[in-house]
């Protein structure tokens, strides 16, 4: 079975700056894909950014950005000009490729970011 | 273009007792999956429904079931409840084949 690790509770970045948080996973997949997800007080998880494992570019939206390293099984999220708004829970989640059967999703326990002015 | 709406927002209710949650999914998504998540946790998958058919289930008992309708939105059902089933439980819609969730806001179920 997969597993998603998450090994900041919590992180802190001043506006403007940029903040790394850190995921980890395990698999014997070769092929599967990767999502962060961010959960805003309304609770909604809203996908920030997803990275197919067989691309070997590391995805980039605006200023969210990842850091994929498939031999160490890291996926990392690099939130660049950190803005108040980026203020939530985020979480690292795992799927394997579709075949047919569930395509469920497998989320780490979350890092809480705060934004501070 | 809808997205993914849940109801009720929240909910209370007393052990033993037994609840049904709603969720209507985006318009054009022909899949519904269902997770709990826990105070403090993140989502655990419950089960997925395509074609009004159970597609996968996570680790819960049989006393979590679901149903799926014709227009692809969803109810989740649990019968006897207990108070660690206290959690926000997350709807989200996808297409089977696809990797794009749409999730809804969830449902605060508290047991007492």
């Known amino acids: 079975a997969q597993t998603v690790t998450q090994s900041q509770p919590e992180m802190s970045v001043q506006e403007a700056e940029t903040v790394t948080l850190s995921c980890t996973y395990d698999?014997?997949?070769?092929?599967?894909?990767l999502f962060w997800y961010k959960q805003p007080p309304s609770r909604q998880m809203i996908l920030v950014i997803r990275?197919?494992?067989?691309?070997?570019q590391n995805a980039t939206e605006n200023r969210f950005s990842v850091n994929f390293q498939k031999a160490a099984k890291s996926f990392s999220l690099k939130i660049s000009d950190s803005q108040l708004g980026d203020a939530a829970m985020y979480f690292c989640a795992y799927r394997s490729p579709s075949t047919g059967t569930a395509s469920k999703l497998t989320f780490g326990t979350g890092t809480r970011l705060q934004v501070t002015l | 273009e809808t997205g993914v709406t849940q109801s009720p927002t929240h909910l209370i209710k007393t052990r033993g007792q037994q609840v049904t949650l709603r969720c209507s999914s985006q318009s054009g998504h022909n899949t519904v999956s269902w997770y709990q998540q826990a105070l403090g946790q993140g989502p655990q998958f419950i089960f997925q429904y395509y074609r009004e058919e159970e597609n996968g289930r996570g680790n819960f008992p049989p006393r979590f079931s679901g149903l799926q309708f014709p227009n692809y939105s969803s109810e989740l059902n649990v019968n006897a409840l207990e108070l660690d089933d206290s959690a926000l439980y997350l709807c989200a819609s996808s297409f089977l084949r696809g990797d794009g969730y749409t999730f809804g806001s969830g449902t605060r179920l508290t047991v007492v």
């Open positions: 698999t014997s997949e070769s092929d599967y894909y």
């Open positions: 990275q197919e494992a067989y691309k070997q």
